[in-house]
């Protein structure tokens, strides 16, 4: 059925409205089921935190999503673990033997001086496309508006080819208020200096995509989806759901608005 009114979506591979998808340790059967359901929906796997490390056939569902044509990383807090203990060469053998094309550099759970996180960035970029992500994942971190915009600035200088924005997989931290909701003045500040098609927000909540549809419009990135909510995310986009209804539609329907 063809709809007038509908977001015109770009195919994969795209640069812009992206998904990525939040793994956290699903089985092989799991994901050739996501994949048949919602592949051509996801644009990024992320294999999160440490499930790498503890899953069973891992290498083989790499391979499913990359035969879907979705990039493949491990969660930025792998990184840090193997970088705190000295054991970045078993970190980059084991990214190696799992055959991915991404990877993930982040400073959420450890302090990095943000030049050598970005001696990292330019390091994996060389080969990989590298999502760097931005913000502690303690709600009692405070970071300057300013300074996340000057090292998300500076992380895509560096080659990143994503920045995010830290909000962990519960969606209350990092551009979050403990409450779940937006830190409206640290996500105004960023937009001011960042390209925003640059940057991937975390969103594991259903209000806080439809908050960043409403604000950016259908072809924001999103990140941190738990794969039964890629559907009704792309739903979000392109208004066929109540809470993006009316505005994916012109102005002369606003006169249907419920008040």
Known sequence: MILPHIPERES???QTGVTMMM?????????????????HLIDFAKLGFGTSMVSNQVKEKVKVYKDAGIKVFLGGTLFEV????????????????LELDAVEVSDGSMHIDHATKCEYIRYFSSQRTVLSEVGAKEADVMTDPAIWSQHMQAELEAG???????????GN??????????????????LAHVPREKILWEAPQKSQQVWFIKLLGPHVNLGN?????????????????????????????EKYRLK
């Open 12 to 14: 994969k591979p795209r």
């Open 23 to 39: 793994d956290k340790g699903m089985s092989l059967r799991q994901a050739e089921d996501i994949v048949q359901v919602s592949g």
């Open 82 to 97: 193997c970088l705190i203990r000295g054991c970045m060469p078993d970190f980059e053998k084991f990214i190696d033997d």
């Open 160 to 170: 990143s080819s994503y920045v995010i924005g830290e909000a962990r997989e519960s």
């Open 173 to 190: 931290v990092g551009i979050y208020k403990n409450t779940g909701k937006a830190d409206y003045q640290l996500i105004d500040d960023i």
């Open 225 to 253: 989806i738990a794969p039964v909510d890629v559907i009704p995310l792309e739903t979000l986009r392109l208004g066929l759901r109540g809470d993006t209804f009316m505005d994916v539609l012109p102005a002369e329907f």
